[in-house]
């Protein structure tokens, strides 16, 4: 028998406010559906302006849900009250894209990963005896909870961030583009990092990014967002090498590759495919 999924997603819809006397909110999620299971991971990809960060953030309740729902281990958390929402984070997490701007930068790193756990109800010989724990396992030295943010590096920043969203022991992280900010090198780490901490502690994440490569390397399943719509879900393998829409076909297509003749085509190909689906659009609108 099938369990049933961690996080469910159905019809979701996300509306902005507009300025204006009157105006009608914009529309910027159009009905998504998907699902994930506990220690899986969900990759959401699509171009900068898809609406595949405002997800994320309907799912943190960042952002209000205007229509559908979102379900959390079966309870509807579309439209929790503040402290509703504040008692949720024991569950779901998050960790940003940029690593400084989402720390304190007045607290030590052990001041910012104790936060949580004390408001939860731990002693402070508590908070300080996970909060060792937490930095020993993202590979950051016991010496690292007496400095400040700014005395690391970007990726390093980043495991602060990671161990902090660990610290209550969630069940679901939302990562939204939590490596971009950072060199490819660091990235293979940070990533490398997450997959580990996953099969250690069972965790599942929402992984947003504009980067296939990325999605690929980390999801087990993908869905990609085009104009506040999931247009292909799938098998992270499936959807990232062999996808059947254009769209994704041309997010594939925009990856670079060190040949120049190859890398030509590629360009070639991209466009041809982004004329092809202007042109049924078109013919859908006046249709």
Same mark, same amino acid.
């Given at each position: 028998?099938?369990? @049933?999924?961690?996080?469910?997603? $159905? ?6 406010? *507009? ?18 299971? @506990?220690?899986?991971? #969900? ?29 959390? +281990? ?19 997490? *998050?960790?940003?894209?940029?690593? #400084? ?24 010989? +508590? @908070? ?9 396992? *993202?590979?950051?030295?016991? +010496? @690292? ?40 090198s660091t990235q293979s780490k940070v990533l490398d990092l997450l997959l580990d901490i996953q099969r250690r502690t069972g965790v599942a ?20 967002? #085009? ?10 393998? $499936? ?7 254009? #769209? ?31 042109? $049924? ?7």
């Amino acid at each position: 028998m099938p369990t @049933a999924p961690l996080l469910k997603a $159905r019809d979701l819809k996300v509306s902005y406010p *507009v300025r204006g006397f009157r105006k009608r909110p914009i529309e910027i999620v159009h009905g998504v559906d998907f699902e994930i299971a @506990a220690g899986e991971t #969900y990759g959401v990809v699509g171009e900068s302006g898809s609406g595949k960060t405002t997800i994320g953030r309907a799912v943190l309740g960042l952002a209000s849900v205007s229509g559908g729902t979102v379900e959390f +281990d079966g309870r509807d958390i579309s439209h929790l009250s503040p402290g509703e929402r504040r008692a949720m984070a024991k569950d779901i997490q *998050v960790v940003f894209q940029d690593p #400084y701007s989402s720390l304190n930068p007045a607290l030590t790193v052990g001041e910012i990963i104790a936060e949580p756990l004390v408001v939860q109800g731990s002693t402070p010989k +508590d @908070a300080r005896r996970r909060t060792l724990e937490l930095l020993d396992s *993202v590979g950051l030295p016991s +010496d @690292a909870a007496d400095r400040l943010p700014r005395e690391f590096s970007g990726g390093q920043r980043q495991r602060v961030a990671i161990a902090r969203a660990l610290a209550p022991e969630p069940r679901l992280i939302v990562c939204d583009e939590p490596v971009s900010a950072l060199d490819l090198s660091t990235q293979s780490k940070v990533l490398d990092l997450l997959l580990d901490i996953q099969r250690r502690t069972g965790v599942a994440y929402l992984f947003v990014s504009h980067d296939l490569a990325v999605v690929r390397h980390i999801s087990h399943r993908v869905g990609v967002v #085009y104009r506040g719509e999931i247009v292909e879900q799938g098998p992270a393998s $499936r959807v990232t090498l062999a996808p059947d829409h254009p #769209y994704t076909q041309r997010l594939l297509l925009a990856a670079p590759v060190a040949d120049p003749i190859a890398q030509e085509k590629r360009r070639a190909d991209r466009i041809r495919l982004r004329d092809e689906q202007r042109l $049924r659009e078109a013919r859908a609108g006046a249709a």
